[in-house]
Nanobody, 123 residues
Framework: VQLQASGGGLVQHGGSLRLSCVASGRTFGSSAWGWFRQAPGKEREFVAAISWSGGSTYYADSVKGRFTISRDNARNTVYLQMNSLKPEDTAVYYC?????????????????WGQGTQVTISS
């Protein structure tokens, strides 16, 4: 099982990016997904999550109203649309997936993790 995150880059304050995470190795239609991020010198933190059906989404307060998580089960892909980006959003962003007991914000409830993609926001 592999998760491949992409879409990171350098954008200006107020800009947008869309991250993608593609899963391979098996189907993930019944899995929940999450995005986390880790800024330099900080702990990795929850950003957003989506249930297996896509019917429930969860966001950190710091990104609510600016970020949108979505999924395409046919493509085994989850997306994170990030708008109105701020310098404090600078971090390495990780995708993760869970098939077992899942608590959206809790990292140890995710089974597989991607390698991370760097997002840098200039002021």
């Amino acid at each position: 099982v592999q998760l491949q995150a992409s879409g990171g880059g350098l954008v200006q304050h107020g800009g947008s990016l869309r991250l993608s995470c593609v899963a391979s190795g098996r189907t993930f239609g019944s899995s929940a997904w999450g995005w986390f991020r880790q800024a330099p010198g900080k702990e990795r933190e929850f950003v957003a999550a989506i249930s297996w059906s896509g019917g429930s989404t969860y966001y950190a307060d710091s990104v609510k109203g600016r970020f949108t998580i979505s999924r395409d089960n046919a493509r085994n892909t989850v997306y994170l649309q990030m708008n109105s980006l701020k310098p404090e959003d600078t971090a390495v962003y990780y995708c993760a997936t869970s098939r077992t007991a899942w608590i959206p914000q809790q990292q140890d409830t995710y089974d597989y993790w991607g390698q991370g993609t760097q997002v840098t926001i200039s002021s």
